[in-house]
């Protein structure tokens, strides 16, 4: 049983080695990507069972995806092979100081159809989502269809479970067809969601704020009951259905790479949800995994294992273990 599932895109990314623009990168490295994927990976390198909902081609590259998420012990059993459909890509380069990233997809509505936009409802296992605490839904999977009704059925069967839904927008305006059509997914995902998190340009985009304390109180009355604002060099917000508010400062770290930083912030956090900790607990590890993320390049080159991240706060004096 997978006390965790992530279900959304799952995607290769070709990262620049050097942090340069587009047009003067040389090479790129080939990293495991997909932000509900990242999750999961933080959450079973943490010690909490994960399993993954997503499809990949029948390429090399989804023999690649699968093969990482075997390695860190999370579960392939729900992973679809899409045939006649490539798996999915994207090009990641970084801005030299602050390691900040921008993408290219490769997917609709930019190339023709790949597998992760290709998931259907008939792929989705209601038995497998029930057994679930937590199930992680990715608001890029959303973008498309026949995806966006594939996750929104998962969605629908959690709730019926009593699985807590956590939802995360992983805004790439992009790959939308339209703004109209993103802002009303969201919101009816936000209906359908128990814990939602965001970055600060999410927040600004979906909520109409970046000021941590207005965005989560905007974001409480569309349904959830925890919500998150991740704020980068500046920490994290968290608040509650109870007015249970906790505000962390960042860990101090030199960044490499920002991508995957939310996924990891989001993993620390559901594996407090997971085992019961305390909010503040709970935000204070998912502070610390998110900073351990951006000290390499890659998504989750860096994604730490419990001891680890022990070892982490130990170093920055923080009195707790996990």
Known sequence: MSRLIAI???????????????????????????????????VSRLGISAGVITAVGEDPFGDFLVGILRENEVDVSNVKRKKER??????????????????????????????????????????????????HVSGFALSQQPSRGAVFHAMRIARRSGVAVSFDPTLRSDVWDNEEILRRTYRKALELSDIATFSKEEAQFVLGTAEPNKAASRALKLGPRTVGIKL???????????????????????????????????????????????????????NAVGALVVTKRGAITAMPYRAELNAFLKQACVQLSI
């Open 86 to 135: 490539r798996t999915s890509i994207t090009f990641v380069a970084n801005e030299p100081t602050t390691g900040e990233r921008t993408f290219l997809f490769y997917r609709r509505p930019w190339t023709g159809e790949t597998a992760d936009s290709s998931l259907e409802r008939g792929d989705i296992d209601p038995n497998y989502i029930s057994r679930a605490e937590v199930l």
């Open 232 to 286: 980068g060099a500046q920490g994290s917000f968290v608040n509650t259905a109870e007015r249970r508010v906790i505000r962390k400062p960042a860990f101090s770290v030199k960044p490499v790479d920002t991508t995957g930083a939310g996924d990891g912030w989001n993993a620390g956090l559901l594996v407090g949800v997971c085992e019961g900790w305390d909010l503040e607990k709970s935000v204070t590890v998912a």
């Open 8 to 42: 959304g895109e799952i995607i290769v990314d070709f990262v620049s080695t050097e942090p340069v623009p587009y047009t003067r990168a040389r090479t790129f490295e080939k990293c495991f990507g997909g932000a509900p994927m990242n999750t999961a990976v933080g």
